[in-house]
């Protein structure tokens, strides 16, 4: 059993007037083989939980802690991270114009467990975490992300989980322009990981629909950069009734 365990995290962005504080003192524990929702309006501060746990530059961590069993995350560098089993899946994937995707897999497995992984159980585990989100063995060949579809970008990222195997992976509003299908797939492989291992998962979004194929243990909702309340699956669905306007959302 493993824990994430963030305390009282603060984090700030430099904008044109100076710092503002995004994240107003978070509290959240995710134990392996759990699955936490995060939710919350545009600008309540999700994706920059998200961002600023794996280490983006762009976000200041102005107090609090964040660790792995005890080990203190936030000392780390965004590599380190990687390999103390934290995984993001990002809202955009970027572009890496001539890497291919084969390479970037084995490059990235390499890294996190600092050996290179035999070639012919690689090319089988990698062969078939494909077959099963349904992406096209051409695939493999593709340089990163260049041309890729929405969908074929998030079903990228969820490869990355299945194959690299983390600890505990944040999913940043995965199930965006993904159409039904899509993130039915996508869903399934975040499933098949978890019933595979003990990850921990933190999954953000906006909307239930994802949650009905990926159920969450507990739901966060973030407001204005604190955690305005917390319940089990039934407070997504009276979220997606209901909305936020009973939280006020201010700018507080």
């Given at each position: 059993?493993?824990?994430?365990?963030?305390?009282?995290?603060?984090?700030?962005?430099?904008?044109?007037?100076?710092?503002?504080?995004?994240?107003?003192?978070?509290?959240?524990?995710?134990?392996?083989?759990?699955?936490?929702?995060?939710?919350?309006?545009?600008?309540?501060?999700?994706?920059t939980l998200a961002y600023a746990l794996a280490g983006h530059p762009t976000y200041t961590i102005t107090s609090g802690s964040a660790s792995?069993?005890?080990?203190?995350?936030?000392?780390?560098?965004?590599?380190?991270?990687?390999?103390?089993?934290?995984?993001?899946?990002?809202?955009?994937?970027?572009?890496?114009?001539?890497?291919?995707?084969?390479?970037?897999?084995?490059?990235?497995?390499?890294?996190?467990?600092?050996?290179?992984?035999?070639?012919?159980?690689?090319?089988?585990?990698?062969?078939?975490?494909?077959?099963?989100?349904?992406?096209?063995?051409?695939?493999?060949?593709?340089?990163?992300?260049?041309?890729?579809?929405?969908?074929?970008?998030?079903?990228?990222?969820?490869l990355q989980m299945e194959l690299l195997k983390p600890r505990f992976a944040i999913l940043d509003e995965t199930d965006s322009g993904l159409?039904?299908?899509?993130?039915?797939?996508?869903?399934?492989?975040v499933n098949r990981v978890k019933s595979q291992s003990d990850v921990g998962i933190l999954l953000i979004t906006h909307y239930t629909r994802?949650?009905?194929?990926?159920?969450?243990?507990?739901?966060?909702?973030?407001?204005?950069?604190?955690?305005?309340?917390?319940?089990?699956?039934?407070?997504?669905?009276?979220?997606?009734?209901?909305?936020?306007?009973?939280?006020?959302?201010?700018?507080?």
């Open positions: 059993m493993s824990i994430l365990s963030i305390r009282d995290l603060h984090v700030s962005v430099e904008t044109d007037t100076g710092a503002k504080e995004i994240l107003r003192g978070i509290n959240l524990d995710i134990n392996s083989n759990e699955t936490h929702a995060v939710m919350g309006p545009n600008g309540s501060g999700k994706s792995i069993d005890g080990e203190d995350l936030l000392g780390m560098s965004v590599d380190e991270r990687a390999k103390a089993g934290l995984f993001l899946a990002m809202q955009y994937p970027v572009e890496v114009p001539g890497v291919t995707v084969t390479n970037f897999l084995r490059t990235a497995k390499t890294a996190i467990d600092g050996e290179a992984p035999k070639l012919r159980t690689w090319t089988k585990e990698l062969s078939q975490a494909m077959k099963d989100l349904r992406v096209d063995p051409e695939f493999a060949s593709r340089n990163v992300n260049e041309g890729f579809s929405g969908g074929e970008k998030k079903r990228h990222e969820i159409d039904v299908d899509a993130l039915r797939i996508v869903s399934e492989g994802i949650l009905r194929y990926i159920k969450p243990d507990y739901v966060h909702v973030i407001i204005n950069g604190r955690v305005a309340e917390e319940g089990g699956a039934e407070l997504a669905e009276r979220l997606e009734n209901e909305g936020y306007d009973r939280f006020q959302v201010v700018d507080a």
